[in-house]
């Protein structure tokens, strides 16, 4: 970590602009493992998320900690709605007319591999530009009792228990 730091603009952790991490218990562990490389961060609470979100517009944090659950379960949930210039969740301001270029084409795509290429092309981008550091993907895990048929679990976790029926 030293190392790649002072590659950087900043040179060291002491040059690093505040970091502040909005949220609960995670937070704190977020804040001690930063701290063992010389990095503070400050954990603010809000009362409400609406103000951390009207902060962020604001511009004041130049660096801050967030997170997005999809809406549905396809790329354009996550690639032009948080990357998107201009979209109402893309509160670090990224813009990017090359990724927004990808994601029209991708928008109006009939074929699905082409529509896919498209999304891979924008999401390279975007990761080679590095407006966020992706710190953590949620993992859902169902344990089913083997006398439980017909629940289905969608790929976005919901649980469909129209079909459910207990086999003893």
Request: hydrophobic residues 40%; negative net charge.
């Amino acid at each position: 970590f030293e190392a790649l730091l002072e590659e950087s603009r900043y040179g060291s952790a002491e040059n690093l602009p505040p970091i502040v991490a909005y949220g609960g218990g995670w937070t704190t562990t977020l804040r001690e493992i930063a701290a063992e490389f010389g990095v503070e961060i400050e954990v603010r609470v809000y009362e409400n998320f609406g103000t951390f979100l009207a902060e962020l517009d604001e511009g004041i944090f130049p660096m801050y900690s967030s997170g997005w659950i999809a809406d549905y379960p396809d790329p354009e949930n996550f690639l032009a709605v948080l990357f998107g210039t201009g979209s109402n969740e893309n509160h670090m301001n990224y813009s990017n007319p090359q990724v927004d270029d990808l994601l029209e084409q991708a928008a109006i795509a009939t074929n699905e591999a082409t529509r896919a290429e498209l999304y891979r092309e924008a999401e390279a981008l975007i990761l080679a530009d590095a407006p966020v550091i992706p710190m953590y993907h949620d993992v859902q895990h169902v344990l089913i009792k083997p006398y439980v048929t017909g629940l289905t679990v969608t790929p976005m976790g919901i649980l469909d228990m129209s079909n459910v029926q207990l086999v003893r």
